[in-house]
């Protein structure tokens, strides 16, 4: 275990659903990032919060909303999805944003299906 | 584009043999990094080497660098059928734009018992 917990694991939506996505982790951290993952391509790094301070969003549809209540727990809410959008959604947790020096630490990702 | 790409995209082994796996770059960085990633699960951190290292170990892990031709090798020795994973280099530029973790698209190795 990495210190970095996701739920849910799995996720099937239609596209008119409203869902989602939460990240908690238990090492300390002041900074955690979402990722999208999709099947033979990059890691797509999609937001980042530095001490619950949003900075970057890495043009992202409006359709994903991310929120940081505290340094511990990331949400990604989640509407009016496409079938495009299912991916492994990776959340990942490190000491700081220092120029991406830190190691990261990712959970265990939640497996999203857009039907 | 600083990212890194990983070469071969998929390795074959047979259990005890030896893994080498290699990452190109475009543009100087401040460090890279190793991930594992098991089927479905999220990524591991193995090793970060910095622009100023040429080779770094841990364990049956070896890497080097090389800045003059932008290239990174993961050598994996005694390979073991636990191995069995993707494999993926990221990079973190040595300026503002670039600083951010940029991942590859990763090397599937698939270690045979």
């Known amino acids: 275990e990495t210190g970095v917990t996701q739920t849910p694991r799995h996720l099937v939506m239609g596209m008119t659903n409203k869902k989602s996505l939460k990240c908690e982790q238990h090492?300390?951290?002041?900074?955690m990032y979402w990722y999208k993952q999709s099947a033979k391509k990059p890691l797509e790094l999609m937001f980042v919060?530095?001490?619950?301070?949003?900075?970057e969003n890495n043009s992202v549809p409006s359709r994903f909303s991310p929120e940081c209540p505290n340094s511990s727990h990331l949400f990604l809410h989640l509407h009016t999805l496409q079938p495009e959008d299912s991916a492994l959604y990776l959340c990942?947790?490190?000491?700081?944003?220092?120029?991406?020096?830190?190691?990261?630490?990712f959970g265990p990702g939640t497996r999203l299906t857009v039907l | 584009s600083q990212q890194g790409e990983e070469d071969p995209q998929a390795l074959s082994i047979q259990e005890g043999e030896n893994a080498t796996m290699n990452c190109s770059y475009k543009?100087?960085?401040?460090?890279l990094q190793w991930y594992r990633q098991n089927s479905g699960r999220g990524l591991v951190h193995l090793i970060l080497?910095?622009?100023?290292?040429r080779e770094k170990h841990s364990g049956r892990l070896r890497v080097t660098l090389d800045t003059s031709k932008k290239s990174s090798s993961l050598l994996i020795t005694a390979s073991r059928a636990a191995d069995t994973a993707s494999y993926f280099c990221?990079?973190?530029?040595?300026?503002?734009?670039?600083?951010?973790?940029?991942f590859g698209k990763g090397i599937t190795l698939s270690v045979r018992p």
């Open positions: 990942a947790s490190s000491q700081a944003v220092r120029g991406g020096s830190d190691t990261q630490y």
């Open positions: 090492l300390g951290h002041n900074a």
């Open positions: 919060y530095n001490f619950k301070e949003q900075t």
């Open positions: 543009t100087s960085i401040n460090n």
């Open positions: 080497i910095r622009s100023n290292e």
């Open positions: 990221a990079t973190v530029g040595d300026t503002g734009a670039n600083s951010k973790l940029t």
